[in-house]
């Protein structure tokens, strides 16, 4: 284990983690992404679970924390899996988070989970599914919860997040391609270091997004501020 970590650090040098704040206190969400891969552990056929969570506005994008972890049930389909891990985003980063926040700024602020599989959604909005009947206790409990917290607490919100945009995609699975390499993490504002030419440094990628400037629901892209109307209202 300390050698793979002595081997990170070696290799991301010319790497640094992004974070800024422009906006005011009021125009601040905080934005929790959630994702999971099916059956990625080949030997257990357990899933992974990836969290990240960031601080964000119109012009704002300051990463708080991300976890990326086996899950310790097995899932029978995308759609459990993605529970699984949308219950410990909110159980364990989203909900302390709202009470720190709360404090840090003076007023209440609303949580926003960021998700890319429409059925989860579905599912977690309506708080009921006939395809999903017959799920085991962890699921049932976990789905159980989560559709308690979306119907009864007015500062958590769901909205939908296209794959191409989800920060936790690089949290559940190994990447062999060096540009989607490149361009997964830098959702999470891990950029190469400025040089004189380019703001992102070595990075050479056309279609490079600053991290934390677009969400995106079913009907298209939004801006985080846009977002952040939507769960107000």
């Not at 081997?7 to 992404?33: A, M, Q, T």
């Not at 972890?69 to 993605?82: L, N, Y």
């Amino acid at each position: 284990m300390l050698h793979r970590l002595m081997c990170y650090v070696n290799s991301s040098l010319d790497l640094r983690l992004k974070g800024h704040i422009g906006d005011r206190p009021e125009d601040l969400v905080i934005s929790l992404y959630s994702d999971a891969d099916f059956a990625g552990d080949k030997e257990s056929s357990k899933s992974t679970s990836g969290i990240f969570i960031a601080l964000t506005g119109p012009n704002s994008f300051y990463p708080l924390n991300a976890i990326s972890k086996k899950q310790s049930c097995v899932s029978h389909s995308t759609p459990e899996a993605e529970i699984v891990a949308a219950n410990a985003a909110i159980r364990t980063e989203g909900l302390p988070a709202l009470q720190l926040w709360e404090m840090v700024l003076g007023r209440k602020i609303n949580l926003v989970l960021l998700e890319d599989n429409t059925a989860t959604m579905q599912v977690l909005k309506s708080g009921k599914n006939p395809t999903m009947r017959h799920l085991n206790r962890t699921h049932r409990v976990n789905f159980a919860w989560l559709s308690e917290v979306f119907r009864k607490c007015d500062q958590v919100h769901i909205a939908y997040c296209n794959t191409n945009e989800q920060a936790a995609d690089l949290l559940t699975k190994g990447f062999t391609n060096p540009l989607l390499w490149e361009r997964v993490r830098s959702l999470i504002g891990v950029i190469p270091l400025k040089d004189k030419n380019n703001t992102y440094g070595t990075n050479t990628l056309k279609d490079q997004v600053d991290p934390g400037t677009l969400l995106h629901n079913a009907e298209g892209k939004q801006t985080v501020k846009q977002l952040a109307q939507i769960a107000k209202n």
